[in-house]
């Protein structure tokens, strides 16, 4: 019988007509393109969840996530095909920003009696680098004063893998190497025994983050605030142009007056939308 094993990859060969329902049904769940050029991707990320299924091929795979028994395996399905790279103070320019421009400016509208709090969304938020980021930069800023304003940090993502990791907020010596030493020792609790290369964050940080499944493609986000600053970094790039421009729409409605949006070093809001100017690094301020 002819082997359906690639003997490159050792996963089952993904034929054309699977991969197109595979790229059709990730597309309808989350939005992101997986054209031609991913099917590698998909084939090795989909792959593992088969060898852990023990199913042999693709087809069988689509069949069983489409079913009645395939619920639960939905959830893997989603969660294997979302990139979710990140880092502690990635594209640092971002927190620079905050530190120097926004958070002064909101510190002068809080005495002035014009805003009341401080929203921030991180709203692709993977593992909580970048949530956590945030945080260490406003408690960088506020010190013990914290408390004393209305602080809270959103951080959602679509995959419920990374956000139970993110919730954890455990990260390896390795990942937590982009955190000055100084701030590694305010902010995080190293392990013991088998477990000294291992950072945990300090519920000093902790209490002000709520972590929650959003997933940008449905209709009612289910937020009831508005936020001065959204961090939407490295996530654009997965969509389409159309999608994008949903997204933009949705992320402005829930934008305060004048706040600032921040996208990835590689993403652009030109032809998306033009309800934001662009103000410096990949920050854009809500129109
Ligand atoms: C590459 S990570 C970026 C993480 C972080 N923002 C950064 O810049 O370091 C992209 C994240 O977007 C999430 N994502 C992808 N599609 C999504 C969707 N439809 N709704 C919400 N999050 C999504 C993925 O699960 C992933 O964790």
């Given at each position: 019988m002819a082997s359906n094993i690639d003997s490159s990859?050792?996963?089952?060969?993904?034929?054309?007509?699977?991969?197109?329902?595979?790229?059709?049904?990730?597309?309808?769940?989350?939005?992101?393109?997986?054209?031609?050029?991913?099917?590698?991707?998909v084939t090795s990320r989909l792959g593992k969840r088969l060898r852990i299924l023990s199913i042999d091929s693709f087809s069988e795979y689509i069949n069983f996530v489409q079913s009645k028994n395939g619920k639960e395996e939905f959830e893997n399905f989603v969660n294997s095909v979302t990139t979710n790279k990140t880092d502690f103070f990635r594209e640092n320019k971002h927190f620079e920003f905050m530190k120097s421009t926004f958070l002064p400016a909101w510190e002068e509208a809080y005495k002035r009696g014009e805003v009341q709090n401080l929203r921030v969304w991180s709203s692709a938020c993977s593992s909580g680098e970048e949530p956590y980021s945030i945080l260490i930069t406003l408690y960088e800023y506020f010190g013990n004063n914290m408390d004393k304003y209305d602080i809270k940090v959103l951080a959602t993502d679509i995959d419920t893998s990374v956000l139970e990791h993110a919730q954890n907020g455990v990260y390896r010596d390795d990942v937590v190497a982009p955190v000055p030493i100084n701030l590694l020792k305010k902010y995080f609790l190293r392990g013991k025994g088998d477990n000294d290369s291992k950072y945990k964050v300090k519920d000093?940080?902790?209490?002000?983050?709520?972590f929650r499944q959003l997933n940008f493609k449905e209709d009612n986000y289910d937020i009831h605030t508005t936020f001065d600053l959204i961090f939407c970094r490295n996530v654009i790039i997965y969509f389409d142009k159309d999608f994008q421009k949903y997204l933009f729409t949705k992320l402005h409605s829930y934008m305060k007056d004048s706040a600032y949006i921040f996208i990835g070093h590689s993403?652009?809001?030109?032809?998306?939308?033009?309800k934001f100017k662009y103000v410096t690094s990949n920050v854009y301020e809500r129109l």
């Amino acid at each position: 019988m002819a082997s359906n094993i690639d003997s490159s990859t050792g996963f089952p060969i993904l034929e054309d007509a699977d991969f197109k329902v595979l790229s059709k049904l990730i597309y309808e769940e989350t939005r992101i393109v997986m054209g031609e050029h991913k099917k590698a991707l998909v084939t090795s990320r989909l792959g593992k969840r088969l060898r852990i299924l023990s199913i042999d091929s693709f087809s069988e795979y689509i069949n069983f996530v489409q079913s009645k028994n395939g619920k639960e395996e939905f959830e893997n399905f989603v969660n294997s095909v979302t990139t979710n790279k990140t880092d502690f103070f990635r594209e640092n320019k971002h927190f620079e920003f905050m530190k120097s421009t926004f958070l002064p400016a909101w510190e002068e509208a809080y005495k002035r009696g014009e805003v009341q709090n401080l929203r921030v969304w991180s709203s692709a938020c993977s593992s909580g680098e970048e949530p956590y980021s945030i945080l260490i930069t406003l408690y960088e800023y506020f010190g013990n004063n914290m408390d004393k304003y209305d602080i809270k940090v959103l951080a959602t993502d679509i995959d419920t893998s990374v956000l139970e990791h993110a919730q954890n907020g455990v990260y390896r010596d390795d990942v937590v190497a982009p955190v000055p030493i100084n701030l590694l020792k305010k902010y995080f609790l190293r392990g013991k025994g088998d477990n000294d290369s291992k950072y945990k964050v300090k519920d000093l940080l902790k209490k002000y983050v709520i972590f929650r499944q959003l997933n940008f493609k449905e209709d009612n986000y289910d937020i009831h605030t508005t936020f001065d600053l959204i961090f939407c970094r490295n996530v654009i790039i997965y969509f389409d142009k159309d999608f994008q421009k949903y997204l933009f729409t949705k992320l402005h409605s829930y934008m305060k007056d004048s706040a600032y949006i921040f996208i990835g070093h590689s993403e652009t809001l030109f032809g998306v939308s033009d309800k934001f100017k662009y103000v410096t690094s990949n920050v854009y301020e809500r129109l």
